[in-house]
Every structure is written in C-alpha cells, then in structure tokens.
C-alpha cells in the first residue's frame, strides 16, 4: 500500500510496523513523477503566493448594498484603465458579454458578430434565452472581421424585420488563435456603427494581451467601444471573475440585470483582490507566455503531420491540424496525456495549447519535446517530416 504526498514522490507502509498507534511510514527509492503540463487553457492557473496574501488581507463588505471597498477599488481601477466612467464586477466572462448585449439591445433586436465568437459559440445563445435578442454572424477571415463585410447588413425599419442595434468584436479571438484584431479595423468597424446609430461591444477577455503584444494602451483600444468586457480569469491568472465597463447610465442598466442573472455577490472583495493584484502584477509578464506560444508553434511548423492553423501566432494561443495518420484530435491529446501534457482537442483533427503564468520556459521546451514524440510516433511512410501536414 502507498500514500501519495504534496509535491509528487510517495510513502509506503510497512505491514506490521507501528509507533504510537500509527503506522510507521518510511520514503520508498520510486522517483518523483514529473510535473504534468497543463496546455488545455490559461484558466487553469492557481493564485500566485502573493496573490494569496492580497486575497487573505483584502478589506470586505456588502457587494450587492455597493459596500465592498475592494470590489469598488478594482471597479473604479479598471475603468480608469480603460478610459471609461464605471465598471461592475461579475463572476463571469460570459455574464459580462450576456451584460453587454443586454444593456444595448431589448426584445426583437440584433446583433451583428464573427462567426467564430465566444458570444456566439461557447455562451448557450444566452442572448436569446435571457434577453430575446437575435445573432447575425458573419464570416471573418481567422476571427477578423472587415468593415466590407458589414456594408448592407443593418435592416431597414419594417414591422417584418428585427432591429439592428449593435456590433461585437472579440479582441483577441479565442477560435482565431488569439488573433490580434487589426487595431485599424476596430477603429473603422466602430466608426462605422455609430455613423449608422449602432452600439458597440468588444468581448476583451483576453484585452490584456492583445495590449503587450500590439505596444498600444487599453484605453485606446477600448476607445470606440461603448462597453467592454475584460476577464481577470485567463491571462491575468485570477482565480475568478470579469468586469463590465462603460458609461455610467449603461453601466447602472448592467448592476440591475446582474441581479436577474444571479450575479450579486456579497463578500466578493476576498476575489475582487485576487484581480487587484493580477492587474497590478500580471499585466506585462504576458509578454512571457507569448514568447513560449512561439516556442509551441516553432515545433508544430516542424513536426511532421501537423499544420499550424492561422499565418501567425500573435499571442499565448496556438492551434493546429493534425493529420487523419496521427489519429483524432482527441487521440492525440490522449497520447500526450499519457506522456504528461494536456492539450484541448476542438475538433476532428484540431488540436489547441494555451500558455499561462503557471507554465515556465522550461514547462515549454519540455512540452515542445512532447508534442514532437507524439508526431514521431506515426508510421513515418504515412506522414511526411517537415513542416505542415502531408499525405504519402
């Protein structure tokens, strides 16, 4: 019989062996199992140590009377980051998108979105269930949209018709591999709706990257937004939440609807100095997990029977396609598990990895060795080597 111990390494329990009623338990010579490296999402992350200290220390109160000083603090800093008048604090990314559509459109509306959005893919059409709103998807071109593909899509006024009301961007895009967002073109999809009367939200869950890698400030890319939503979640390494900013009337309209949703929180400035801190602290480093995404895709170009999907890799997300010889995108995360790394299978041959705080340079090279032996492991008269995905 063994006994597993924090850290790795094990016990084991010498049969008969006894002091002072317990067991007697001695170290056995079996090595230190290696860390397993956990690519599936920049959501895995843990607090930090310091960030446990801030979370232990932070001052509380009643969220829901508007009393907590530390969600009003985190509220009140976001804002100001993002160059606009109030913000509120909710448990999740996709209650603050839920948020955002609400605010801007009512019953019988539409919103115009890429194809490819978290709003519309991962959110359970919450728009239509909460809110009665209606999604007008266009296709973008790896999660970039063009304003051309807008032109002529806003419904004339007939009874017939839904009412167009509002435009959403997502920055970076999660299924475009965290695609930058042409900053040009979110000045000119943004100009646009409102030259036409239409909102605009941008889903900014993973804004903080997008910000260190591009060099330009979060007030200017939130600028033509008149909501935004931020996740503190991801990148920025919190155990739990997001924020809803813009203007202050919006944003009174966001605080009632929370409340519908199930979003009050009492005691949250425990959580809401978890993100105090993260943007304090975790801002920049960012830069680092970009730096290993590259390392990740550097392998996939090389490896054979695998294929990067998108020109780029601009921020901590890679995806690639994996050839039919390699198995499924499932068996293959499988074969890594096995080899101890986690990788999110989101289709038939469609593999992601995520880099985050939690995982070092190190982490990465060992991860890059990883994925490299899963591809070696294909009959070799199968899969060409080399870059990208070849069929023999």
Not at 28 to 57: H, N, Q, Y
Not at 161 to 190: D, S
Not at 194 to 223: C, M, P, Q, Y
């Amino acid at each position: 019989m063994s006994l597993s111990r924090t850290g790795g390494g094990e016990f084991s329990i010498l049969p008969g062996r006894w002091r002072e009623g317990k067991p007697e338990i001695r170290p056995t010579s079996r090595a230190m199992p290696e860390k397993i490296l956990d690519f599936r999402s920049d959501t895995v992350t843990r607090p930090t140590p310091g960030m446990r200290a801030a979370m232990a220390g932070a001052e509380v109160g009643d969220d829901v009377f508007g009393e907590d000083p530390s969600v009003i603090a985190l509220q009140e800093r976001l804002a100001d980051m993002l160059g606009k008048e109030a913000a509120l604090y909710v448990p999740s990314g996709t209650m603050s998108n839920q948020l955002g559509v609400r605010v801007h459109c009512g019953p019988g509306d539409e919103f115009i979105c890429e194809a490819g959005c978290h709003i519309y893919n991962y959110e359970q059409a919450g728009y239509a269930q909460l809110s009665g709103v209606a999604p007008r998807p266009v296709e973008g071109t790896g999660g970039v949209l063009r304003l051309e593909r807008l032109t002529g899509l806003i419904r004339k006024d007939d009874e017939h018709l839904v009412r167009t009301r509002l435009v959403c961007l997502e920055n970076t895009h999660n299924r475009g591999a965290g695609r930058i967002q042409p900053f040009e073109t979110c000045e000119a999809i943004c100009n646009w709706a409102h030259e036409h009367g239409l909102a605009t939200h941008l889903d900014g869950a993973r804004l903080f990257n997008a910000v260190v890698a591009s060099g330009i400030e979060a007030k200017r890319w939130a600028a033509g937004f008149d909501t935004v939503s931020v996740c503190f979640s991801k990148g920025l390494g919190a155990p739990v939440g997001s924020a809803l900013v813009g203007p202050k009337d919006l944003i009174r309209k966001a605080h009632r609807a929370r409340k519908l949703f199930g979003g009050g929180m009492r005691q949250a400035g425990f959580i809401a100095a978890a993100a105090l801190y993260a943007l304090a602290h975790h801002v920049e480093r960012l830069a680092e997990d970009h730096e290993h995404a590259q390392m990740l895709a550097g392998t996939v170009r090389e490896a054979p029977g695998m294929e990067l999907i998108g020109e780029t890799v601009d921020t901590n997300i890679v995806i690639f396609r994996i050839a039919p010889e390699l198995g499924t995108g499932a068996e293959f995360c499988e074969r890594l598990r096995q080899k101890g790394l986690l990788a999110l299978s989101l289709g038939p041959q469609e593999v992601r990895a995520v880099t985050h705080l939690d995982l070092d340079e190190a982490d990465t090279r060992r991860a890059c060795q990883i994925l490299a032996q899963a591809a070696e492991e294909a009959p070799r008269s199968k899969v060409t080597a080399g870059k990208g995905v070849s069929y023999a």
